[in-house]
């Protein structure tokens, strides 16, 4: 057997062009052997086309397995790259975009059913090299004095070859992010639907599974937000929360974006099932890319042991208070700790209390556990109760002179911050005990409330959490 085929020729992406109408002479007559041998060969088309698929079965074991799994499929792809890639050698001008949009379809098919690509573009060159080898051949059995003729039209026969597996590789990546973003989309609406507690109960088990979450297992939501103008562009990269797993959810459709994170503190094992054998609580790897939520963007934190003790699974019980002390994030970061709940159809309801919660964070910054302020939780769940009773009971100290406002406010807030210790409040205000009883007289006189009345210290208590949390 005769080997014409030559060093491999690649020209740059967009630098090729169809052959000018003014070759030389040797060229066209090269042109015409080339057409010639190809005539030949769509005769034994079919019988060149499962040689090929024998080809690929035994180099590919990409193809192996996806002839198991297809194998009609695969063989109607090869016949129909064929047909037309041999055909438009002939007729480059009829057949030419035909030969594309089959190569881009074929590139397009493999993507979908997880073909690795370097194992398509090897099926593109094997399919390459045995065309030109059966060109070789025929020219050389039939017309052997123009089968040197042959060498004249190698680098546009290789050409051609690597134009197509460029097709077929642009079709495969746009195929892949296609697949990429709606695996994520899906991903990233389920767990919306979790959050905004709108997920169907008979479509829990799935979700479970898609988003690597035990459907039993008990979860907490957090919800991080920097002040606006900041940049907040991943959650992940300022936010963490130390030997725990975090699902992370950017909103950026609620009043005020912010990242809510979906807390796995473990498993409840199923029946018969020994703790720490259920579900891993892991959140899906590699997806981050197709599969992913990813991906998902969605977002993933990483998971961290700590002490042996595998995160996500049953184990010593995390409670709401122990994710604040777990978590670190910027100063400035206000953060909302729901109470723990059990199961995921139970979600939408954490993430409701992790708004609360958010809403009683300081507006300097800090971490608040809902549990443990309960009631600035009150105050602000009903805004325009909160607002009426910071008017009522702290309307004369609002409507003082700036400075002197500030002080009295200060000054009660830190007495009831202190438990009623004046001492310990005149060391946090640097001043004399006598200075703090004094202003607090005189916050008595003008609210008519008394301090040693706990029905007055309530409502002085939950009218500073009002003016503080929620007048703007």
Do not use: K
Request: glycine share 10%; proline share 6%; with cysteine.
């Amino acid at each position: 057997m005769q080997h014409l085929v030559p060093a491999h020729v690649r020209s740059q992406p967009g630098t090729r062009s169809p052959v000018p109408a003014d070759r030389p002479a040797v060229d066209a007559e090269a042109l015409a052997v080339l057409h010639r041998a190809a005539r030949a060969l769509m005769a034994g088309l079919p019988e060149l086309g499962e040689r090929l698929v024998d080809l690929l079965v035994a180099r590919e074991p990409a193809y192996r397995a996806a002839m198991e799994a297809d194998a009609e499929s695969v063989r109607d792809e090869v016949r129909r790259s064929l047909r037309l890639n041999v055909g438009s050698l002939i007729q480059p001008g009829e057949l030419r975009e035909a030969a594309h949009r089959c190569s881009w379809a074929i590139g397009r098919a493999r993507a979908e059913r997880g073909l690795p690509l370097d194992a398509l573009l090897r099926a593109f060159r094997l399919g390459g090299g045995m065309i030109w080898q059966e060109l070789v051949d025929e020219t050389t059995r039939r017309h052997p004095s123009d089968a040197r003729l042959l060498v004249h039209v190698a680098a546009d026969v290789w050409n051609f070859v690597d134009d197509h597996c460029a097709v077929a590789a642009d079709a495969y990546r746009q195929t892949e992010r296609e697949l990429m973003w709606r695996r994520e989309n899906r991903l990233r609406l389920m767990t919306a639907a979790l959050l905004d507690g709108t997920a169907r109960i008979a479509d829990l088990p799935a979700t479970a599974a898609a988003l690597g979450l035990p459907e039993q297992g008990r979860y907490a939501v957090v919800l991080a937000r920097l002040p606006s103008g900041r940049a907040f562009t991943d959650v992940r990269g300022q936010v963490h929360l130390s030997g725990l797993r975090v699902l992370w959810y950017r909103d950026r459709d609620r009043d005020s974006e912010g990242s809510y994170g979906i807390v796995l503190l473990g498993d409840r094992p199923h029946d018969g099932e020994q703790p720490g054998h259920g579900h891993d609580g892991g959140l899906p790897g590699a997806g981050h890319g197709p599969g992913s939520a990813a991906a998902a963007e969605a977002g993933r934190d990483g998971a961290e042991s700590r002490g042996g003790e595998h995160p996500g699974t049953r184990g010593p019980e995390v409670d709401a208070g122990e994710i604040a002390r777990r978590l670190t994030a910027p100063p400035v970061a206000r953060v909302g700790v729901s109470p723990v709940v059990e199961g995921l159809a139970a979600i939408g309801d954490a993430r409701r209390l992790a708004d609360t919660a958010l809403r009683a964070c300081p507006r300097v910054g800090g971490t608040i556990v809902l549990e443990e302020h309960l009631p600035a939780a009150l105050v602000v769940s009903a805004p325009a109760l909160g607002a009426a009773l910071s008017e009522r009971v702290l309307g004369p100290l609002l409507r003082l002179d700036p400075s002197d406002r500030d002080i009295m406010l200060d000054t009660l807030t830190v007495w009831l911050a202190c438990d009623g210790s004046a001492q310990r409040a005149a060391s946090r205000l640097y001043c004399h005990r006598n200075t703090v009883l004094n202003r607090l007289r005189r916050c008595e006189q003008l609210t008519g409330r008394s301090l040693t009345r706990p029905a007055d210290v309530v409502e002085l208590s939950l009218a500073l959490a009002a003016h503080s949390l929620l007048d703007p």
